[in-house]
């Protein structure tokens, strides 16, 4: 497998992906982007009237600016870009993106979707080449659980279902969220050995797949 850097193996980056208007100031990306060194926003700009191609050439752009490999932890329409990212910019597995954490990924193929979502649809239905988590409500207005595993199912993600918690956004009351941080810190262990390494894609799953706060309602994709 591949390193991370060619000499010293450097902690990730974190990038956030919001979604639709952005994270305010009471949701938890943004709470981590204050309480995290590591933790960066990436500004994708047309909050309010999202494009798929504009969207993921700012993506593009802040992963090829980052220093160190990248750990991405997208929101709702943030999850779609991920992908769209990951299926029009082929990578190696594991470099530059060494891993994703994917939140109430938004349902850009469903009846009734809003307009904002039509350039992100259908979305992609590819393996993505780096360790993912992905983690759904199961009353999201957005998504329904059935549809979240089934995305997680064509994204390679492990699936993990977080009760009913709404669309796992400020108005859900997470606050810092530390389950949702249990689960990033699971993801960058996944994505990274002790020497910068990436890990092989069964090695990463197996990282992923261990007990964690929200043992009780995950499955496997």
């Not at 929101?75 to 779609?80: D, I, N, P, R």
């Not at 360790?131 to 759904?136: D, E, G, Q, T, W």
């Not at 859900?172 to 941080?181: K, M």
Request: contains cysteine; proline residues 10%; charged residues 15%.
């Amino acid at each position: 497998m591949g390193h991370f850097s060619s000499s010293i193996a450097r902690p990730p980056t974190v990038l956030t992906v919001p979604g639709l208007g952005n994270s305010g100031p009471a949701h938890w990306q943004t709470l981590w982007e204050q309480g995290r060194l590591d933790t960066h926003r990436v500004d994708l700009g047309m909050w309010d009237t999202p494009h798929r191609n504009a969207w993921v050439t700012k993506l593009d752009q802040a992963i090829s600016s980052a220093q160190a490999p990248v750990i991405l932890v997208g929101h709702s329409l943030g999850c779609q870009a991920i992908a769209w990212w990951a299926s029009l910019s082929p990578q190696p597995y594991g470099w530059p993106v060494a891993g994703a954490l994917l939140v109430a990924p938004a349902d850009v193929d469903r009846e009734g979707a809003p307009a904002e979502l039509n350039t992100f649809a259908p979305a992609p239905r590819i393996p993505l080449p780096f360790p993912s988590i992905l983690v759904a409500s199961t009353d999201d207005p957005w998504v329904s659980i059935e549809r979240a595993h089934s995305l997680a199912a064509d994204w390679g993600s492990y699936f993990v279902d977080a009760g009913a918690q709404g669309h796992l956004n400020a108005a859900s009351g997470l606050g810092w969220w530390p389950e949702g941080q249990a689960l990033l810190d699971r993801v960058i262990e996944a994505a990274g050995g002790p020497h910068g390494e990436v890990r092989a894609p069964g090695d990463a799953r197996a990282i992923l797949a261990r007990p964690h706060d929200y043992t009780a309602h995950e499955a496997r994709s």
